[in-house]
């Protein structure tokens, strides 16, 4: 591994080696309650309904939420059920138990050798469960990532990103910049000499990422309620739909240009700024290279179509607003470009392979030209071996391997 792959993965693990201990820490913790939508939200939520009742299903929005048992995408899959709750390492004596009790839910490590165990409780939960979770706990205002994750693809508990299989380790701190990209706001500050996150947060990926503070907008359509409506141009509010491509770029390179160390505090870059003055020279800039996880922009802006059009952002092909899922809904957007023509009686084909693989495949454009590819950066530790996950290339072009095993299988299906 490269020493600037090195330096990414040391950034975005954030490792912190304390003291090993054995007691449970009597942890400062928030207090737990039911999961209430963050305050710009619901701010947003009066005018808005029909784009907040689809923006709270996205995984932008569930990227990080409160541990219970309707944000556990485990606990509604048996996880937590006897047999299925322990996750085994490579050194016999020592696995972890994840457990429900009441309300809350806890990791506990054994080490039944030396008759010793440690406990933590699930406080905060990081990533929509599409493809997985990991989880957070409270010690001393400072959040701690679990040495347990759920991946969604298999079913089962697994070694957190980092963490060593057969190691009894609950020590790694997560920093400001991790917190980010994974929700709405965090402030560091210091009590008692010491740094800790003020109790004033907000998880998810809210409203504000986007579109800037609301307190004044929303202040002047309350008191201009015949403005109200998406007819009307909204005022003291950003639209990043009207930015320039670079800045409507800058928006999502913030969180989807890899993981860096920012030139100026976490949580300060506002929508419509232009990212290298808070992001190092390079961040989001063109890289045949860069990693598949977390790091789209670079993939994308390498890529024949994105060169090929002024117009084209992230928004060209995604809606922040809405849950997307559907990968023929997607190809109907490269079809868009890459189409068939009429012209007089004879058609022009715009894609110079549709003739060959026929109208149907025409369906599976992202699945041939942006596969899955495995992450040169998160490796996954699991007893006697070591897996990497997969993630969605951004980087769009012709994969022929790939095509051809499509092309081949479509028409084995023809046969």
């Given at each position: 591994m490269t020493a600037r792959a090195n330096k990414v993965v040391l950034i975005c693990l954030a490792l912190l080696f304390c003291p090993f201990y054995w007691a449970i820490a009597d942890s400062e913790r928030p207090e737990q309650s039911e999961i209430v939508y963050p305050r710009g939200v619901e701010s947003c939520r009066v005018c808005h309904q029909t784009i907040f009742d689809a923006f709270i299903q996205t995984a932008h929005f569930k990227t990080s939420t409160r541990a219970g048992a309707s944000s556990i995408t485990g606990d509604g899959k048996g996880a937590f059920s006897d047999g299925r709750n322990i996750l085994r390492t490579r050194t016999a004596d020592i696995y972890f138990k994840m457990e429900r009790r009441g309300a809350d839910f806890y990791q506990t490590a054994v080490d039944s050798s030396k008759n010793r165990s440690w406990t933590e409780r699930f406080d905060v939960v990081i990533g929509s469960g599409r493809k997985g979770q990991s989880y957070l706990y409270w010690r001393d205002g400072l959040l701690f990532q679990l040495p347990v994750s759920y991946l969604t693809g298999i079913e089962e508990w697994i070694n957190s990103p980092g963490y060593v299989d057969g190691q009894i380790n609950f020590e790694r701190v997560i920093q400001p910049r991790c917190l980010e990209c994974h929700a709405a706001s965090f402030k560091l500050e210091m009590a008692g000499g010491k740094p800790r996150y003020s109790s004033d947060y907000e998880l998810g990926i809210t409203c504000a990422k986007c579109h800037g503070d609301g307190n004044q907008h929303v202040a002047y359509q309350s008191s201009h309620p015949t403005e109200k409506g998406a007819e009307k141009e909204g005022k003291h509010i950003l639209n990043p739909a009207r930015f320039p491509r670079d800045r409507q770029l800058d928006n999502c390179a913030l969180c989807h240009s890899g993981a860096w160390d920012p030139r100026k505090p976490p949580f300060s870059y506002r929508p419509g700024q232009r990212l290298d003055e808070y992001a190092p020279a390079g961040a989001g800039e063109a890289d045949p290279g860069a990693d598949v996880h977390s790091n789209q922009i670079a993939l994308l802006r390498q890529s024949k179509c994105f060169r090929a059009s002024p117009a084209m952002s992230c928004s060209t092909c995604h809606s922040v607003h809405q849950q997307e899922r559907d990968l023929v809904g997607h190809a109907q957007k490269c079809l868009s470009c890459h189409q068939s023509a009429q012209k007089g009686a004879q058609e022009v084909v715009q894609c110079k392979v549709a003739a060959k693989i026929?109208?149907?495949?025409?369906?599976?454009?992202?699945?041939?030209?942006?596969?899955?590819?495995?992450?040169?950066?998160?490796?996954?530790?699991?007893?006697g071996e070591q897996f990497a996950p997969e993630y969605r290339s951004h980087a769009i072009g012709v994969y022929r391997q790939i095509a051809e095993a499509a092309l081949h299988a479509i028409q084995g299906k023809r046969d």
């Open positions: 026929g109208p149907q495949m025409m369906n599976y454009c992202v699945d041939c030209h942006m596969p899955n590819r495995k992450s040169s950066l998160i490796r996954i530790n699991a007893p």
